[in-house]
C-alpha cells in the first residue's frame, strides 16, 4: 500500500507540474503579433505596459489598468527558472515547513536579488490544495542578499500547487507555478471533480454577487466577470487594487492571477468590480477573489464552468 501511495503521488505530481504558458508571455506574444491597445490612437508606439503588454503608448505615463509605469522597448519575455526547495524535505501536516525561492536570470544565470514593487509588495505568492479547499494569498519575505523565503504550515496531507507571482528588475513580471507533496494520507488519483456554483456568497462583512458577461463562458474567448459588493460603504484598495482574483482549473494545471479592468459605483449602495480574462480551455474553475472592507479582507470563491467554442 505504501508502494502504490508512492507511485501515485508521483504521477500527481508529474501531471501537476506539466508546464502551462505564462499567461503573460501569451499576452506579450499577442501584443507583439500586433493585438495592441494603443493609447495614441493608432500611432505606433514604443512604451508598454509590463503588466499588461497589449497596452502601448508613445510617450512615457502609466497603465490605466493596472497604474504600473510603462516601459520602453520590447517585452523581454525571457522565463525565470525558480528552484522551490523545502524544509524538512518530507513536510509534515500542521508542523512548520520552509519553502525557499531561488531565482536566477536566464541571461546571466546568477541569483536574482533585485525586484520591482508590484501591487505594494515584491514577491506574491498562492499556495491552493489538490481538493480545492485551502487557499492562502501571502507574500514571502527576504533578508538583503538572500532567497525569499515562506513559513507555512500545511493543513493536511495531500498535494498542493504553489504559484509565484514577482517581477525581476530588466525583465517581465512572471507567473511561475510548482507542487509541493504533504505525505500521510491517500492522494486522489485524479482532479477534483467540482459543480458550478453562481450562487451570491456572504463574505466576512460583505454580500458579493456574480455574473459573466457573456452568460455563456467559452474557452478562450473573452469574458469579463463582474461582482457586485454590497454595501460599498467602507471598501478600500488592498494591495494597491481594488480586488485580487485567482482563477484555478479544478485540475491545478492552469492557474491565473487578476486585478479588476475597472471598478463602478452602482445604485443600490454598490460597487462592482470587473475582471477580464480569456480561460484557457474547457472546465470548471474555482475563482477565488479577495477585496478589502473596514480594514477586513474578504475572500470568496465561485466556481464558473468554461465550455470548449462549438459546443
Not at 508590484?118 to 479547499?133: A, K
Not at 517581477?167 to 500521510?184: H, N
Request: some cysteine; glycine content about 6%; charged content about 20%.
Amino acid at each position: 500500500m505504501l508502494r502504490f501511495s508512492v507511485i501515485l503521488a508521483v504521477v500527481v505530481f508529474c501531471l501537476l507540474t506539466a508546464k502551462a504558458p505564462d499567461p503573460r508571455v501569451r499576452a506579450a506574444l499577442d501584443a507583439l503579433a500586433g493585438h495592441v491597445h494603443d493609447l495614441d490612437g493608432g500611432v505606433a508606439a514604443s512604451f508598454y505596459c509590463p503588466m499588461d503588454p497589449d497596452v502601448r503608448s508613445v510617450t512615457p505615463g502609466t497603465c490605466p489598468r493596472c497604474r504600473m509605469t510603462l516601459v520602453e522597448g520590447a517585452p523581454d519575455i525571457s522565463e525565470y527558472p525558480l528552484d522551490l526547495e523545502v524544509s524538512p524535505p518530507i513536510p509534515r501536516a500542521n508542523e512548520t515547513t520552509r519553502l525557499t525561492f531561488g531565482l536566477t536570470d536566464p541571461r546571466t544565470s546568477r541569483p536574482v536579488r533585485r525586484f520591482e514593487v508590484v501591487h505594494e509588495r515584491l514577491y506574491h505568492l498562492f499556495l491552493v490544495s489538490q481538493d480545492l479547499t485551502f487557499f492562502l494569498h501571502t507574500h514571502p519575505e527576504r533578508a538583503p542578499d538572500e532567497d525569499f523565503h515562506l513559513d507555512v504550515r500545511f493543513p493536511k496531507a495531500g498535494v498542493y500547487r504553489v504559484l509565484s507571482d514577482f517581477y525581476p528588475t530588466g525583465g517581465t513580471p512572471q507567473l511561475i507555478t510548482d507542487t509541493v507533496i504533504v505525505p500521510g494520507g491517500a492522494i486522489a488519483p485524479a482532479p477534483t471533480v467540482i459543480a458550478a456554483d453562481r450562487t451570491p456568497k456572504d463574505t466576512e462583512n460583505a454580500h458579493v454577487v456574480l455574473r459573466t458577461i457573456p452568460e455563456r463562458v467559452v474557452a478562450r474567448q473573452r469574458t469579463s466577470l463582474r461582482l457586485r459588493l454590497t454595501p460599498a460603504e467602507g471598501l478600500e484598495t488592498y494591495l494597491g487594487a481594488w480586488g485580487h482574483m485567482l482563477a484555478a482549473s479544478a485540475d491545478l494545471i492552469d492557474m491565473v492571477h487578476g486585478h479588476p479592468m475597472a471598478a463602478i459605483d452602482n445604485s443600490g449602495g454598490a460597487k462592482e468590480l470587473q475582471f477580464d480574462m480569456a480561460f484557457p480551455r474547457g472546465g470548471v474553475y474555482r475563482i477565488w477573489v479577495q477585496f478589502q472592507r473596514l480594514g477586513v479582507v474578504n475572500t470568496v470563491a465561485f466556481n464558473v464552468a468554461v465550455e470548449e467554442p462549438g459546443l
